[in-house]
């Protein structure tokens, strides 16, 4: 890894030409690729990406939203609003609760769909989290899952009920970083949940997401190891389709302020080199980056973007608002007037929601978003596959 720094640290301009024009990357040659000389050479960076992202992928970019299901958590992690010790207001969905927020992303277009949930097996159980996938499975095409890591034979029922990805982010590579982070909870344990992908594919999962979350470490260092870890995940889970996410810190309940920087013209150059790195991967784009940059992101090599999220528990339809409470220790504790700072209520409601994970950057509704892609010239597809494509 220190080499690989060093190597991206000196790297010259005439360097990275040369690394533009190879047809098959090696992590040195990824290196090279972030480098500040990279950084200077960003259009011609541009243009290899977007000529790649045609040929590979054509002018598409697949739609999806994320569901909330609980915002419950045993984990204290120092940079997330869902973190145990946030005093916020905390909510999980029924099974028909979640199927009321299911049916309004369907109405709005979506046929991919994300379930999202804190950590928490008291609330949100295997039990609950299979109910919820079979119950969605008759109408959603594709569902994939970012949950607390599980072992292989706990994942399997998921994706017999109709489960097909799972995303899992290692949050920071750095060893030291994550201890310090994680401070309590089973998150803690930074290699059971590095090897999460694996077990996942294991069971059956037929796509695997990954990511760091900038802000946290070094972002070369950062994405280095995302590169490595893919590299690894392509070459030994080579069923399944790999997708990168590019995730910075957002602000959220605790007001954590992000460690390291990243400016908007290296998350573009990041975009690039991972585009260069892997032809034929997926790059995720959430709602996390301004509509702005988003636009402009899309042509280096972005197939896949949320739209119209929410990040919180019943944000599409008020679901849940009536049992909202406070949780200590594992007790729901009732609320009391002002008894959560992070407790907004949505566009000059007077009820209250659920706290949000984090604040979204990109506020434009799902329609706005598809009629953006189109006016760049790009088809949104808001179906990711049929099971019918794969069954007996």
Known sequence: MDALMRRSMAATSEQVRA??????????DFAVLLSPAAGEALEILGRRAHALTLQRFGRVVRLFAPLYLSNECINNCKYCGFSRDNPILRVTLSVDEVKREAAALYDQGFRNLLLVAGEHPKFVSREYLRECVSMLHATWPSISLEIGPMETDEYRPLVSAGADGLVVYQETYDRAVYAEMHTAGPKRNFDWRLETPERAYAAGFRRLGIS??????????????????????????????????????????????????????????????????????GLVLSTRESASLRDGLIPLGITLMSAGSHTEPGGYTGAGRENLHQTVRGRLVALASGSSEWAPAANGDTALNATEQFQIADHRSPAEVAALLRRLGYEPVWKDWDAALTSG
């Open 19 to 28: 690394v533009v024009r190879r047809p098959r990357l090696t992590l040195p």
């Open 212 to 281: 760091a979350l900038y802000g946290l470490a070094d972002w070369r260092r950062e994405a280095i190891c995302v590169a490595a870890h893919a590299d690894y995940l392509l070459r030994n889970c080579w069923k399944a389709s790999v997708t990168i996410s590019l995730t910075r810190l957002r602000p959220c309940a605790g007001e954590f302020q992000p460690l390291t920087q990243m400016s908007d013209r290296e998350l573009a150059q990041l975009v690039c080199a991972f585009r260069l790195m892997f032809p034929d991967v």
